[in-house]
């Protein structure tokens, strides 16, 4: 083999081959290496609280183990475990191909797991301080994926801890580029005796605490008050992975996990949930587990409550209602589907899991909202989603739109499901929908104008009745007039709930007899009944007076977390609500539910900083009401004083030429008072921080600062003496040496415990300062 050292490759590359090329950057802080060990720990294990994974399981005992030996070869060149590293890694890679081909739908755990299965191998061959920053930007990124993935906030204590651990690795970390070797124990020991200031320890306790305190409240103000703008949330459409289905699917069968568990073997359900009976109806006991309404059939003549619990988590881009399904044969004691037989299916493409769906004709203005479901409990195969779907990403390959716009899927939706919607939701104009026609389609007139005829006088004499009473009363008044079925719709919604009630007690309200009608039980006879009564109510009595309207079921948005960024869906948040038909624009719903809000949110509402508001909702739950009003009323005034500026500003500029220069002569001279003000504000704050310093301290920022102000700043990864190293370059040699005495005396005192002779630095440094002053002013 001595031919191949005779080869004319230079001398240089023959040297650097015959030496170990990790000799010079040993890193040998065992502190360091368990802090960076400690950090990559914490990385995987977070991502396998995130996503329920078992990684940590193996990672962790061979990280630990390839760290130490990592630690004792440290000083060796260890050719053969760079080959077997090396060939780990292709392996991996291999893996991670196969894995990735199969699930094309979410690759984040798939990249996390190569991540980690990388990591193992790279802790066999950590030698340099270098190589041990790669792990700390490994444990970064894993810490990363797992907030991507992480839907609770069991997240949070491991965040909190990754940074009670970065916070010190970063203190070694630094102190190892500075070359500087750990204080022995005598030495320390006689600092803490004298009086001498600076840091003789690693670790400063109370200033890692402040500053963890500080970063930790920092993080919480700008998260609070950061914007949340959907045109900058990533367009990604997380989806479960493929699922296989098996028979036939008709789409005619809701498979409900309730009535099947009662022995209704053939998924259809009767309405009944928790009962024996088969017809649509009869008294019984809601099931405690399942909404009743998700089925073909709902009985509505049903007594109990459910047990809450979480059933799905659902991220979103704006709040509203996950819709269902919904109903449009009224039966005098329930609801039911008419059309079921009448679904059309759909299936996708056997390489995309995307599902196009026919978008109704909408003469209003929309808005696109991506939303995407995490099923928690196993819950029906109707599938939740925002109103007006275009789009959804589902992991099954067909599925199926009944008439009423509801989505079935061939299964039921199982824990840990995951698929993504896109909605065209239309905003809703209350003035463009209160001109809507009242000539209706013979298709809306056949079906939701349907009532049993022995119901619908009653009800018909009762509705106008009410209408005619707040037509009289607002005579000579500026009510607005009922003149549109839009503001009859409301007013209707808005009539029952305050004058009729929803019992205390869910027992309470007695059975309906065998041909007793619900809505006449509801207004004439208990003055109120079941939150889901209310909405059956609104629907017959819009129909009685010829208004379309339907019996929507769904979930209301739940309780938005904003740490996670997405709405917890329980069970209880089921409820129905009544949607109206209005020609050209569609279906708009209305919640005549007392305590609920009249019209269900959607797009309409600002979620830009939803945070703050959710903030202020929760501090102002804690005062009392009339600082409460107070607060509001200073801030309506601020935002209203600063609104009214704005578009008093904006309205110079369509005044002409005049008006144009004007508006920019304010504006230049409202930058300038800001920068003057910016300016001063800042140098005072860095003169009130400069006298809290130490001396050394307080002298080596004056040094920085001027010398950035002679055109060289110090960059924030340089280490004092690196940077005063760099300025003989650029200042004259009296100069540097005068910087690079202060920077000694700096690192000296900060890192090393020692005390500086100030009195003479500052000497040196005035001096200094007036001979590169001289010499310009000549």
């Not at 799905?312 to 709040?319: F, G, I, L």
């Not at 739940?558 to 209880?572: A, K, Q, S």
């Not at 700043?713 to 202060?742: C, F, G, M, N, R």
Request: aromatic letters at 12%.
């Amino acid at each position: 083999m001595n031919w191949l050292w005779r080869l004319p490759l230079g001398d240089d590359w023959r040297q650097k081959m015959l030496q170990s090329p990790v000799t010079a950057e040993v890193e040998d802080s065992i502190t360091l290496r368990v802090l960076v060990l400690a950090l990559v720990i914490v990385g995987v294990v977070a991502t396998d609280i995130a996503a329920e994974t078992w990684s940590s399981f193996w990672a962790v005992p061979l990280s630990i183990l390839g760290s130490i030996w990592s630690y004792y070869r440290r000083c060796d060149r260890n050719i053969p475990v760079k080959f077997c590293i090396a060939i780990g890694m292709l392996v991996a890679l291999g893996a991670f191909l196969g894995r990735v081909v199969g699930e094309l739908n979410d690759t984040r755990l798939a990249l996390a797991e190569l991540l980690i299965q990388l990591q193992v191998l790279h802790c066999f061959d950590v030698p340099r301080r270098k190589d041990l920053g790669y792990s700390i930007l490994i444990g970064l990124i894993l810490l990363g994926v797992g907030a991507t993935l992480s839907q609770t906030l069991a997240f949070a204590p491991v965040l909190l801890l990754f940074l009670a651990i970065a916070l010190p690795t970063l203190v070694v970390d630094y102190r190892s580029r500075l070359g500087l070797e750990q204080l022995n124990i005598q030495n320390r020991q006689s600092l803490r005796n004298s009086s001498i200031q600076g840091n003789s320890s690693v670790f400063d306790l109370k200033f890692l605490i402040f500053n963890f305190v500080m970063i930790v409240g920092l993080g919480l103000i700008i998260f609070a008050f950061l914007p949340r703008l959907p045109g900058y949330q990533l367009r990604m459409f997380p989806v479960s992975s493929p699922i296989e289905t098996r028979g036939e699917f008709t789409g005619r069968n809701i498979i409900n996990p309730g009535y099947v568990r009662q022995g209704n073997t053939n998924n259809q359900g009767n309405g009944n949930a928790g009962t024996d009976n088969s017809q649509t109806g009869q008294p019984g006991k809601v099931d405690n587990s399942f909404y009743y309404g998700f089925n073909s059939q709902i009985n509505q003549n049903l007594r109990g409550e459910m047990t809450p619990k979480v059933v799905m988590r659902v991220r979103s881009q704006a709040e509203g209602l996950w819709r269902v399904l919904a109903f449009d044969r009224y039966t005098g004691k329930g609801w039911e589907v008419s059309r079921n037989d009448e679904v059309k299916r759909l299936q996708r493409s056997p390489w995309s899991y995307q599902i196009f769906l026919d978008p109704p004709v909408n003469a209003a203005q929309t808005k696109e909202i991506i939303q995407t479901y995490t099923i928690v409990s196993d819950l029906p195969n109707l599938i939740p989603a925002m109103a007006f779907p275009k789009e959804i990403y589902f992991p099954t390959p067909m599925l199926a739109v009944d008439q009423e716009d509801g989505l079935r899927s061939p299964v039921e939706l199982s824990e840990g499901m995951t698929y993504t919607v896109i909605s065209e939701v239309p905003y809703r104009d209350r003035t463009l929908l209160g001109k809507t026609s009242s000539q209706y389609p013979q298709s809306i007139k056949d079906y939701y104008l349907q009532i049993p005829p022995e119901t619908a006088t009653k009800v018909r004499k009762i509705t106008e009745k009410i209408l005619a009473n707040y037509n009289r009363q607002r005579v000579g008044k500026s009510n607005k007039s009922l003149d549109s079925n839009y503001e009859k719709a409301l007013y209707l919604a808005q009539y029952l709930k305050q004058n009729y009630q929803i019992p205390e007690n869910p027992l309470d309200l007695p059975y309906l007899n065998e041909n007793e009608d619900l809505v006449e039980a509801f207004l004439f006879k208990h003055q109120g009944g079941y939150p889901d009564h209310f909405s059956t109510v609104l629907t017959v009595m819009l129909r009685s007076i010829g208004i379309p309207a339907r019996l929507v079921a769904g979930f209301a948005p739940g309780e938005f977390n904003p740490f996670t960024g997405m709405y917890i869906v329980r069970n209880t948040d089921a409820y129905a609500m009544t949607e109206v038909y209005f020609p050209k624009y569609g279906w708009f719903a209305f919640d005549p539910i007392p305590k609920h809000p009249l019209i269900p949110p959607s797009v309409e509402d600002d979620q830009t900083f939803n945070t703050l508001r959710q903030f202020w909702n929760w501090v102002a739950g804690w005062l009392p009401s009339p600082v409460t009003g107070l607060l509001n009323y200073v801030f309506g005034a601020i935002f209203a004083w600063v609104s009214k500026s704005f578009s008093w500003f904006v309205s110079l500029f369509f005044q002409g030429w005049l008006g144009i220069l004007t508006g920019l002569i304010f504006a230049t001279a409202a930058a300038f008072l800001s920068w003057l003000g910016w300016d001063r504000w800042r140098e005072w704050r860095y003169d009130s921080a400069l006298k809290k310093l130490p001396p050394m301290e307080r002298l080596y920022q004056q040094m920085l600062r001027w010398t950035s102000q002679q055109g060289l700043v110090k960059h924030p990864s340089q280490t004092p003496l690196e940077y005063a190293k760099i300025l003989y370059q650029h200042h004259a040699t009296a100069t540097a040496e005068v910087i690079d005495e202060i920077s000694q005396a700096y690192v000296s005192w900060r890192y090393g415990g020692h005390a500086p002779d100030i009195h003479r630095l500052q000497q040196r440094w005035q001096e200094m300062k007036r001979n590169v002053k001289q010499p310009s002013q000549t």
